[in-house]
């Protein structure tokens, strides 16, 4: 008896454990399916949001494509009609780590009180000599021997002179040869940039050399945006811009003007230099007709890349560091006060007291931006634009040009 009740027993706490370690079990899986089904809804999710940036990647692919196509020609081939077959040196003195880009100054000093080339205010800066009784030199580094060379340069006087020069001429070894190109003193515009141009002999170039600036004007002179190229100047894309595929030409009369569109976010003085390097006399675009605002944000609307960069600003050519309040177009030869604007409601505002740099910056309902200020540090993308006047092509577009 006492047998079968120990029996019946063990039975009992095996049924107990049995169904314990069943509820167990039922537990254990139950907590797992919920975390699995948590997951597969966070699994779900996610695989949402990559296809979206999926597609977007193909957007932006498709117009990395396009332009690649448009700029260098079929896919995996280099376009011809987009490639200069010349090299430019520049020089515009505005990248502190290397201030005497190609030059050594002999009397020039670096200078940063609003007169500067490239920029057209407070913001950039060239060179003068400090001491207007005395002759000042630049002198480059080694140039390798080529057919021919173009040597292209801004200066302006501070004051009128009929005493001294500009010359440039070539040091081939040790001493430099007789100047081959001079400017006379007499009779040159006061405080307006002229640009000089100068091909040297042939003689010159079959040996490595270095160029020699060398000025004797009795007034202050300035120099900036040195530009040295290894081709006739007579050459497309040097005294009249060739704008590049993938860039959009836009006529009015006889004037012509290029811009290139540019998603890559930089500070409003390092997006005038990248503009420079597409032509040294390109800049931020300036917008000065309400027929040329809508033609500008027609493009970035058709435009994947550049719709997507509108929605955090982009430059444009205008700013007031100079005068506050007085908005002006820089980055050519001289500030261009505001004659047409497309302010949004409340800008300018100056908020903080630092903001002097405008940008395209409010989409509108029927596809405009208006325009914003904002601190010149901030990074944006940007709109290049080359201007010029066909009827002048074949030989110079800028006034005050004196070519030896």
């Known amino acids: 008896m006492r047998c079968i009740t120990f029996i019946a027993f063990v039975a009992f706490l095996l ?19 919920t975390a699995m089904h948590t997951f597969q809804k966070t699994f779900d999710a996610l695989k949402s949001k990559v296809t979206d940036l999926q597609n977007q990647m193909d957007l932006l692919k498709s117009d990395l494509d396009t332009s690649i196509e448009q700029t260098c020609g079929p896919l995996g081939s280099v376009g011809i009609a987009n490639t200069h077959l010349f090299q430019l040196t520049f020089c515009n003195f505005e990248n502190n780590e290397d201030a005497n880009c190609a030059f050594a100054m002999n009397n020039f000093i670096i200078s940063s009180d609003g007169t500067d080339h490239t ?53 081939v070894g040790e001493n430099p040869g007789y100047p081959f190109h001079s400017i006379p003193s007499s009779n040159l515009p006061v405080g307006k940039w002229i640009l000089a141009e100068a091909s040297p002999d042939q003689e010159y170039l079959q040996h490595p050399f270095k160029i020699i600036i060398e000025n004797t004007i009795s007034t ?36 012509t003007s290029c811009y290139t569109f540019h998603p890559e976010p930089l500070k409003y003085t390092d997006a005038i230099l990248a503009c420079k390097e597409v032509w040294p006399d390109a800049s931020l675009v300036q917008i000065e007709t309400e027929e040329e605002q809508g033609f500008i944000a027609n493009q970035i609307n058709n435009t994947q890349a ?87 092509a074949p030989s110079h577009q800028y006034p005050n040009t004196v070519i030896g």
């Open 15 to 33: 049924s107990v454990l049995l169904n314990s370690s069943e509820e167990a079990v039922v537990a254990s899986i139950e907590k797992s399916c």
């Open 220 to 255: 202050y002179v300035y120099v900036d945006d040195i530009m040295i190229y290894n081709a006739p100047c007579s050459t497309d894309g040097i005294r009249s811009p060739v704008c590049p595929f993938g860039g959009v030409i836009r006529r009015k009369g006889a004037q």
């Open 306 to 392: 550049m719709t997507y960069a509108a929605d955090f600003g982009i430059w444009i050519g205008g700013n007031d560091v100079n005068t506050e309040y007085s908005f002006v177009w820089i980055g050519s030869s001289a500030p261009v006060p505001f004659n047409y604007t497309k302010w949004h409601q409340g800008q300018p505002n100056n908020m903080n007291g630092d903001q002097d740099c405008v940008m395209l910056q409010y989409k509108t309902a029927n596809g405009d931006y208006e325009w914003g200020d904002v601190g010149c540090e901030e990074k944006h993308s940007f709109i290049c634009e080359m201007t010029y006047d066909t009827s002048q």
């Open 119 to 171: 920029f057209g205010s407070k913001l950039g800066h060239d060179y003068y000599n400090y001491y207007n009784d005395r002759t000042s030199t630049m002198t480059s580094v080694i140039f390798q021997p080529a057919d021919h060379y173009c040597i292209r340069f801004y200066f302006a006087l501070y004051a009128a002179t009929s005493t001294g020069q500009i010359s440039v001429s070539l040091q």
